[in-house]
């Protein structure tokens, strides 16, 4: 195995996780506070760069969707696909939306339904705070942060595939910075990316582990200890480990198949048992909302007034995308190949977004519907048992809440697996010297195995022992380089808008 390791990018990383455990392990206090302030540090100064970075992103894509880059072929004219469409959508709508999109979309819009910002002057749950709730929403989990995986997934894809170079985020930078990027260069900005993803990993597998307990405790009387947290964090691992070894055809697909279609028939059940006309009417309207305040929220810094809103939601929001962006995109654009630029960007951005818009409507109208009907008492829930409780909560207010809550269980576990397999493969590949197009799948098995039991280890010392709080810093502070180097990247794009002729078609 180590014969094919990359050491400068594997060990930073390994080497800053087992150094936070260490000091985490010996004064937390010390620790979280450290952490805490590094992160409110980068919000309170790189919050700009966030909003406007994300939005540039954005309109980024949107242009080359309708420019001659567009017909390209990605790995030339005679590619053949890697996966099927429909199979390509279920894979990048499952491995990108994760377990945050059950319990999210019902969480958030109650915060901001109760907690809008100040210095908008808007009622806390009034008819306006309703509509703002949706925009906020559409905004966060909309085509914005679609388009921060997008780019540099489409860059990468070309670079790889139609340049032939290393499965490296560097490829993505080589067009235009490639005097400067060396080896050692190249190694550094790959293990930055790899710190980003693995923490955020770690944190999000610790939250998973949270929340299934949380689930199945409703039916079985378990304790939330470090052996209950233990099991359920290795059910996880072993399950996306296997599915990581068995391939992106086998595991992969077919993991985010199945999510697909439970999430299709949690979707359809909601929309069917839930206060339907009122869910497609709001979500109707807070679409119009959206729309007409996207530039205001975009770019919503809250300098103006001192209103640390967009530092809690917004900008937050964009620096954990960025964190898990550049290596998120590694995959994405390694599946990509065999269409066109346009489709890429379609199965990408434009439809992964229709989707979520209609979730958005579904889960977070039901969930707003409850909250105003009933004197705030969802509000009253989610501060009192946190996000993982509030889901269970709703499902509890619909026909067979015993059935749904514990398919609810099982679908929160497949989501958790489906995005943990695919970041376990780019990781993987990332490690792995020397990984090209035509590399063997099975080269990077290894580091990917290796990866995954580390992920998991970390994930249960923290969170069965010191807490998950500084983890996520540790995750969020990821952001910013990231940022930066995704939006080092984009001038890769921009420069072959200008001059299509370099890819190879």
């Known amino acids: 195995?180590?014969?094919?390791?990359?050491?400068?990018?594997?060990?930073?990383?390994?080497?800053?996780?087992?150094?936070?455990?260490?000091?985490?392990?010996?004064?937390?206090?010390?620790?979280?506070?450290?952490?805490?302030?590094?992160?409110?540090?980068?919000?309170?100064?790189?919050?700009?760069?966030?909003?406007?970075?994300?939005?540039?992103?954005?309109?980024?894509?949107?242009?080359?969707?309708?420019?001659?880059?567009?017909?390209?072929?990605?790995?030339?004219?005679n590619s053949t696909p890697r996966v099927t469409k429909p199979r390509w959508f279920m894979i990048v709508l499952c491995t990108t939306l994760a377990v945050g999109v059950l319990f999210w979309t019902t969480a958030e819009p109650i915060y901001h339904l109760n907690a809008p910002p100040e210095s908008f002057g808007i009622e806390p749950g009034s008819p306006n705070a309703i509509l703002f709730a949706f925009s906020a929403m559409f905004l966060h989990w909309g085509p914005t942060p679609y388009a921060i995986y997008c780019v540099p997934a489409l860059i990468f894809a070309l670079a790889f595939y139609n340049q032939k170079m290393p499965f490296s985020i560097s490829s993505s930078l080589r067009p235009v910075f490639g005097k400067v990027l060396t080896k050692r260069v190249s190694d550094i900005i790959d293990a930055l990316a790899l710190y980003s993803l693995v923490v955020g990993m770690a944190s999000s597998l610790g939250t998973g582990a949270l929340t299934l307990l949380g689930g199945v405790s409703q039916f079985l009387d378990l304790e939330r200890n470090a052996l209950t947290l233990g099991i359920f964090i290795a059910l996880i691992v072993a399950t996306f480990v296997f599915s990581t070894a068995s391939g992106l055809n086998k595991g992969i697909a077919r993991l985010s198949k199945a999510n697909f279609w439970m999430l299709l028939a949690l979707f359809a059940f909601v929309l069917t048992f839930g206060p339907t006309v009122y869910m497609l009417s709001i979500g109707a309207e807070g679409l119009g909302a959206y729309l007409q305040n996207f530039f205001r929220l975009s770019l919503f810094t809250g300098q103006a007034a001192n209103d640390p809103w967009p530092q809690?939601?917004?900008?937050?929001?964009?620096?954990?995308?960025?964190?898990?962006?550049?290596?998120?995109?590694?995959?994405?654009?390694?599946?990509?190949?065999?269409?066109?630029?346009?489709?890429?960007?379609?199965?990408?951005?434009?439809?992964?977004?229709?989707?979520?818009?209609?979730?958005?409507?579904?889960?977070?109208?039901?969930?707003?519907?409850?909250?105003?009907?009933?004197?705030?008492?969802?509000?009253?829930?989610?501060?009192?048992?946190?996000?993982?409780?509030?889901?269970?909560?709703?499902?509890?207010?619909?026909?067979?809440?015993?059935?749904?809550?514990?398919?609810?269980?099982?679908?929160?576990?497949?989501?958790?697996?489906?995005?943990?397999?695919?970041?376990?493969?780019?990781?993987?590949?990332?490690?792995?010297?020397?990984?090209?197009?035509?590399?063997?799948?099975?080269?990077?098995?290894?580091?990917?195995?290796?990866?995954?039991?580390?992920?998991?280890?970390?994930?249960?010392?923290?969170?069965?022992?010191?807490?998950?709080?500084?983890?996520?810093?540790?995750?969020?502070?990821?952001?910013?380089?990231?940022?930066?180097?995704?939006?080092?990247?984009?001038?890769?794009?921009?420069?072959?808008?200008?001059?299509?002729?370099?890819?190879?078609?």
């Open 312 to 505: 809690w939601w917004s900008a937050f929001y964009w620096a954990v995308w960025f964190a898990w962006a550049p290596i998120t995109a590694m995959f994405l654009g390694k599946i990509g190949r065999g269409y066109t630029v346009k489709e890429f960007i379609q199965m990408n951005l434009v439809f992964p977004s229709l989707f979520i818009l209609l979730w958005v409507s579904v889960f977070a109208g039901t969930a707003v519907y409850l909250d105003t009907t009933t004197n705030g008492s969802l509000y009253t829930v989610l501060n009192n048992g946190g996000i993982e409780q509030l889901l269970y909560h709703i499902m509890d207010q619909l026909p067979l809440s015993g059935v749904t809550s514990l398919f609810l269980v099982l679908v929160a576990f497949i989501s958790y697996v489906t995005a943990a397999d695919s970041s376990t493969d780019a990781i993987g590949d990332l490690c792995t010297k020397g990984f090209t197009s035509e590399s063997d799948e099975g080269t990077a098995l290894p580091i990917k195995i290796l990866w995954g039991l580390l992920i998991g280890l970390v994930a249960w010392i923290m969170v069965s022992t010191v807490g998950i709080d500084g983890v996520k810093q540790l995750s969020n502070l990821g952001g910013l380089p990231a940022t930066l180097i995704i939006l080092a990247c984009s001038l890769t794009l921009i420069r072959w808008l200008r001059n299509p002729s370099e890819i190879s078609r």
């Open 1 to 77: 195995m180590f014969k094919h390791l990359r050491p400068l990018v594997f060990f930073p990383t390994f080497l800053i996780l087992v150094g936070a455990l260490i000091l985490s392990l010996v004064d937390l206090e010390q620790f979280t506070a450290v952490t805490s302030a590094l992160n409110s540090k980068v919000l309170e100064l790189f919050s700009w760069l966030f909003s406007l970075g994300s939005f540039y992103l954005l309109i980024l894509i949107g242009l080359t969707y309708f420019s001659k880059l567009g017909d390209i072929r990605i790995g030339g004219e």
